[in-house]
Nanobody
Framework: VQLVESGGGLVQPGGSLRLSCAAG????????MGWFRQAPGKEREGVSC????????YYADSVKGRFTISRDNAESTLYLQMNSLKPDDTAMYYC??????????????????RGQGTQVTVSS
């Protein structure tokens, strides 16, 4: 099983990035998927999740209206389009596969598989 994130980098405030998470070794379309992030010295934070069936999406209040999660089941790939980035968005971003994407906070509570992360730095 593997989840490989890519697309992170250094971007100026107000800029955009698109993260990708390529999945392999399990039936991607049967799992809820999510993104979470962790900055140094801070708690891990759920960012967004998307359900396996209907593709319903949920977001943390801190990213609502700026980030968009999507999935391509044919390519077994998860995406996170991040616009209007702020310095507070600086963190390591991880993707995860699991169950329980249903709350309004963007948290995927039951994570079965996780990736190694990609760094996002928002700075001028």
């Amino acid at each position: 099983v593997q989840l490989v994130e890519s697309g992170g980098g250094l971007v100026q405030p107000g800029g955009s990035l698109r993260l990708s998470c390529a999945a392999g070794g399990f039936t991607f379309s049967n799992y809820d998927m999510g993104w979470f992030r962790q900055a140094p010295g801070k708690e891990r934070e759920g960012v967004s999740c998307i359900t396996w069936g209907s593709g319903r999406t949920y977001y943390a209040d801190s990213v609502k209206g700026r980030f968009t999660i999507s999935r391509d089941n044919a390519e077994s790939t998860l995406y996170l389009q991040m616009n209007s980035l702020k310095p507070d968005d600086t963190a390591m971003y991880y993707c995860a596969a699991g169950r329980g994407c249903s709350g309004s906070d963007g948290v995927l509570p039951h994570q079965i598989y996780r990736g190694q992360g990609t760094q996002v730095t928002v700075s001028s």
